[in-house]
């Protein structure tokens, strides 16, 4: 299937690794030009060679910049032109697992600006553009927690519940256009940083068997029961960034495994 994204310009904000860099893997396999984000040359480089590597002739640009900040977002708008991008997926996201009485106003705040405000920033600035050509595409990648709040992580979930909200308010402006905002909302994912955070959640187990046991206690109605991988997040994505997707818009859609009971 032709997804009809050769040529099309696409930043992915937080992408020199994890499920970003699966996105931008996916997008470049269907021909798009991926911006690579991150806060340092070297990763954002190395991530440009497994891209290239992995898809041979891929276009790919660096963007190194700190989109968790007013300052690297102005910093990264500054370089690129408002009507010369096609795709933004507002994939930026930290998590840390904390105690709802420990967790201070400063860790609330610091998820709330890189989780939330960074996507704010930038879909501001290039939604308009793409308002103004009556086609273009913005994804927040936010998270089944926001729908299905993490025990462990009361501040993450609520990023992530505001992801969604903001997504649902900012299709409202797309009404009448061939611009569609949309919430992909994934379950755990077997990227680097998770797969390890589940690791030593038990660390007398092999990471295999510890992904199991946090899959089968932790998250029990999962139907799959197992870690999603990082490529079929990037290919759901590929296909809702592409046209064949026209018709999907302001919606919160679930990359879960079944993992949320629910028929909506």
């Known amino acids: 299937m032709d997804l009809g994204l050769a040529g099309k310009k696409a930043l992915i904000s937080g992408s020199s690794g994890g499920i970003g860099e699966a996105i931008a893997v996916s997008l470049a ?11 340092s ?3 954002v480089e190395a991530a440009i060679a497994r891209l290239q590597a992995a898809v041979p002739g891929a276009i790919a640009r660096p963007l190194v910049a ?3 900040s007013a300052a690297g977002c102005e910093a990264a708008i500054s370089s ?3 009507d010369g991008l096609d795709i933004l997926v507002n994939n930026l996201g930290i998590y840390e697992p904390v105690d709802f009485f420990d967790a201070t106003d400063a860790q609330w705040q610091r998820l709330i600006e890189v989780n939330v405000m960074s996507g704010v920033r930038l879909a501001r ?10 086609t273009g595409r913005v994804i927040f990648m936010a998270s089944e927690s926001g729908i299905n709040p993490a025990p462990e992580m009361a501040h993450y979930s609520a990023t992530k519940t505001m992801q969604i909200s903001v ?10 256009t061939d611009v569609t905002v949309n919430a992909v909302l994934p379950g755990p994912v077997n990227t680097d940083g998770v797969g390890t955070f589940i690791a030593n959640l038990f660390p007398e187990l092999s990471r295999d068997e510890a992904h199991r046991k946090f899959m089968r206690e932790n998250r029990p109605t999962s139907l799959i029961q197992r870690l999603t991988r990082p490529e079929e997040i990037g290919d759901f994505v590929c296909f809702i ?7 999907v818009n302001g ?3 679930k990359v879960d495994g079944g993992m949320i009971r629910s028929v909506f």
């Open 66 to 68: 700190d989109l968790g």
């Open 251 to 253: 919606a919160a859609l």
């Open 125 to 134: 600035h290039f939604l308009k553009g793409m308002l103004a050509r009556g």
């Open 167 to 176: 997504s649902r308010n900012l299709a409202e402006l797309t009404k009448g």
């Open 41 to 43: 040359r070297e990763s």
């Open 241 to 247: 960034a592409s046209d064949r997707a026209s018709a």
């Open 80 to 82: 690129l032109p408002a």
């Open 29 to 39: 396999r269907e021909g798009a030009e991926v911006i690579i984000n991150g806060r």
